[in-house]
T-cell receptor
Framework: NAGVMQNPRHLVRRRGQEARLRCSPMKGHSHVYWYRQLPEEGLKFMVYLQKENIIDESGMPKERFSAEFPKEGPSILRIQQVVRGDSAAYFC???????????????FGQGTRLTVV | AQSVAQPEDQVNVAEGNPLTVKCTYSVSGNPYLFWYVQYPNRGLQFLLKYITGDNLVKGSYGFEAEFNKSQTSFHLKKPSALVSDSALYFCAVRDRTSGGSYIPTFGRGTSLIVHP
């Protein structure tokens, strides 16, 4: 059972371009979470999705950022018109159950490191 | 909102010595606490969790953590450190977002450096 797969591992974009980050959850996991890790900071929650539904986007910036998790294929985090402040590591995690279930934890991918030049 | 604090940005320990990475929490209700480790240029790996039961929780790679309700702490420990344990360690608590979902909320992380 492969772990959470993220690609690309590294992504360089010029200011104003679009960045697309992909995440394939672990097999059998239907819950996906995106986090952003800024330099010298911890991980900040961005968005929680289930198949074809955004469940909670309370941590995602209101502009330029969007996420989806289609019925088929990976989850996508999309950043439009990137700015230098978007440079960070973006991590995806998945879980088989709702995290309010007692014996569930989230499994993380290796992250995509976005650099905006 | 629930939160965790990791008071040390960096912990230095000699190989073979015991190590402790500190974490304190602030929750309402019963805390669900986690430790994750992040090796350089890697994702987070789950180490252990406390849900209920014994206050001493054993996890991967010889790590354990002690839940102390009176001190609201969940310190990570290992009896004998290895150089390969050098990494970034995150304490997390299950939190409920403003949107009503349960997700892990992370501390800022503690860099553990084990010297040969």
């Amino acid at each position: 059972n492969a772990g959470v797969m993220q690609n690309p591992r590294h992504l360089v974009r010029r200011r104003g371009q679009e960045a697309r980050l992909r995440c394939s959850p672990m097999k059998g996991h239907s819950h996906v979470y995106w986090y952003r890790q800024l330099p010298e900071e911890g991980l900040k929650f961005m968005v929680y999705l289930q198949k074809e539904n955004i469940i909670d986007e309370s941590g995602m910036p209101k502009e330029r950022f969007s996420a989806e998790f289609p019925k088929e294929g990976p989850s996508i985090l999309r950043i439009q018109q990137v700015v230098r402040g978007d440079s960070a590591a973006y991590f995806c995690a998945s879980s088989p159950l709702l995290l309010r279930e007692r014996d569930t934890e989230a499994f993380f991918g290796q992250g995509t490191r976005l650099t905006v030049v | 909102a629930q939160s965790v604090a990791q008071p040390e940005d960096q912990v230095n320990v000699a190989e073979g010595n015991p190590l402790t990475v500190k974490c304190t929490y602030s929750v309402s209700g019963n805390p669900y606490l986690f430790w994750y480790v992040q090796y350089p240029n890697r994702g987070l790996q789950f180490l252990l969790k406390y849900i209920t039961g014994d206050n001493l929780v054993k996890g991967s790679y010889g790590f354990e953590a002690e839940f102390n309700k009176s001190q609201t702490s969940f310190h990570l420990k290992k009896p004998s450190a290895l150089v390969s344990d050098s990494a970034l360690y995150f304490c997390a608590v299950r939190d409920r977002t403003s949107g009503g979902s349960y997700i892990p909320t992370f501390g800022r992380g503690t860099s553990l450096i084990v010297h040969p």
